[in-house]
């Protein structure tokens, strides 16, 4: 319990995936009850000394830290950057400034939560009052349950779930922030160059970060392309979509915010209501994979369905770096992968045909592309890249069976009519016609200079469903021989 807002503390706000000032829960809660604000970041060793936050994102998080200091500093406030492990850093901070209350906004993934817990111990410690608030998710995963108790296993019924809990609470955004004035002793490190943690600078664009950049994203998105977006989301070779994940990613803006504005959209254009229905379902599917990945934190190591660990997968290092470089011979694989590439982002359209490519055609293990991705996306999030891939690949919390395998050159006819996708990312196929962009070893005259397709998809298929069949096959002999 806490005790009735007060302005007479000394706090310190302890900022993660919530990088905004606009509603935020945590801070907002932090600068009512203070005296003395610290506004902290933290550059986790633990994160950042391996390939677990990718240099897109590293670069991305760079920006998106210098755009809030430069915020905060606006208000009179400033942010305060130490590098270290946080449990060590805070108690650190706490002890030399006296602090009497420490906030932070829940995660929700294993790591954060031991690395939580570490901090708390060392709160409790010294005295120090912890206060976690709610704020990374409209709701949590223990306020969503079946009407046995139980965790949700499938989206649908998560969402009717969700909704219902929504209508019941209509959950509103915090209120305007108020910031309490700065510790006057209080200071940070200066903020680091990407170089500083073994990144170049490479080619990659990424978009503008900051919570500005995100609110003017947000009015663009809803202001035209979200009343097609029901028809345009899979449409790669369009700008049909938000393009907000790495905000979102990164808490430059809350899916309360989102949720929000798309809901007064409702009421005052017409035309937009069904691209903001399906664009509040996009939002609901990342509430349920945070959810499964709190409930079932095993998923990062193992299958969601446990039956197919059994999974027998092939390990063809050749096949698998060309699947990385965008030379299956397969143009909307290809594309996709070199869109990643150059821009540290993919299309969902495209990210869900490259892994059903990966796991189906070429029968590699989900957990390779899922690490691959992890390390290059800018808007990587452990839940949703786990939640996505385990779809994908079968094995994760999906009502569709097994043999839902994506055909990568029907995909591409479907969802990239004209080849636009393909040729702006694959330069060798500029010149071949519309009709035979997607499988240019049928045009008069084939590309030299672009492979030739690495495996036969039909070929392919079959192997896949003989793989998972094996597995289903073994559960019910050893199901029998319990009976």
């Not at 905000?247 to 409702?266: D, K, N, Q």
């Not at 969601?304 to 290092?317: K, Q, S, T």
């Not at 071949?432 to 397709?453: C, K």
Request: include cysteine.
């Amino acid at each position: 319990m806490t005790s009735p807002a007060s302005r007479s503390e000394r706090v310190l706000h302890w900022f993660r995936s919530d990088l905004r000032l606009r509603d935020n829960t945590a801070l907002a809660a932090a600068s009512g009850r203070a005296s003395e604000l610290v506004l902290l970041f933290v550059l986790d060793d633990r994160l950042l000394g391996g390939a677990a936050l990718g240099a897109p994102r590293l670069r991305f998080l760079l920006d998106s830290l210098a755009r809030l200091a430069a915020a905060l500093e606006a208000r009179g406030q400033r942010l305060v950057v130490k590098r270290g492990l946080p449990e060590v850093v805070v108690a650190a901070l706490l002890r030399t400034w006296k602090i009497e209350r420490i906030t932070w906004n829940r995660d929700y993934g294993p790591y954060a939560r031991r690395r939580d817990a570490a901090v708390r111990r060392a709160a409790d410690g010294l005295g120090a009052v912890v206060e976690e608030h709610k704020d990374r998710v409209v709701f949590e995963s223990s306020e969503l349950r079946t009407r046995s108790g139980a965790p949700f296993q499938v989206y649908t019924p998560f969402r009717n779930a969700w909704w219902a809990r929504w209508h019941a609470e209509r959950p509103e955004r915090a209120g305007p922030l108020r910031l309490a004035p700065p510790l006057a002793t209080a200071r940070g490190d200066a903020l680091p160059e990407a170089s500083a943690f073994g990144v170049g600078s490479d080619a990659t664009a990424l978009p503008t970060a900051g919570e500005d950049a995100a609110a003017r994203r947000l009015e663009r998105f809803l202001a035209g392309p979200v009343a097609d977006y029901a028809r345009d989301r899979d449409r790669p070779d369009l700008d049909g979509t938000s393009r907000l994940s790495p905000y979102l990613r990164f808490g430059a803006i809350s899916v309360r915010t989102c949720l929000h504005a798309a809901l007064e959209l409702l009421h005052t254009e017409p035309r937009s209501r069904d691209g903001a229905r399906k664009w509040m379902d996009e939002l609901i599917w990342r509430e349920f994979y945070h959810a499964i990945l709190s409930d079932h934190p095993r998923v990062l190591a193992r299958c969601f369905r446990p039956e197919y660990d059994a999974l027998v997968w092939d390990d063809d290092d050749a096949a698998f770096r060309a699947w990385c470089e965008g030379r299956t011979g397969h143009p909307f694989v290809d594309a996709a992968m070199r869109q990643l590439a150059a821009t540290g982002w993919m299309h969902n359209r495209p990210r869900m045909v490259v892994a059903s490519f990966l796991t189906k055609d070429l029968g590699i293990d989900w957990r390779r592309g899922e690490r691959f991705f992890l390390a290059r996306l800018v808007d990587g999030d452990p839940a949703s890249n786990n939640g996505g891939w385990q779809w994908a690949a079968s094995t994760g919390s999906d009502a569709q069976p097994y043999f839902r395998i994506f055909h990568p050159v029907k995909q591409g006819e479907r969802f990239d009519p004209h080849g636009d996708y393909v040729r702006r990312f694959v330069p060798e196929l500029r010149g071949v016609e519309p009709r035979f962009v997607q499988r240019p070893w049928d045009a008069p005259a084939p590309p030299r200079d672009y492979p030739r397709p690495i495996v036969d998809h039909a070929a392919q298929r079959i192997r896949a469903l003989r793989r998972f069949e094996v597995v289903r096959a073994g559960r019910e002999a050893r199901r029998a021989d319990k009976d």
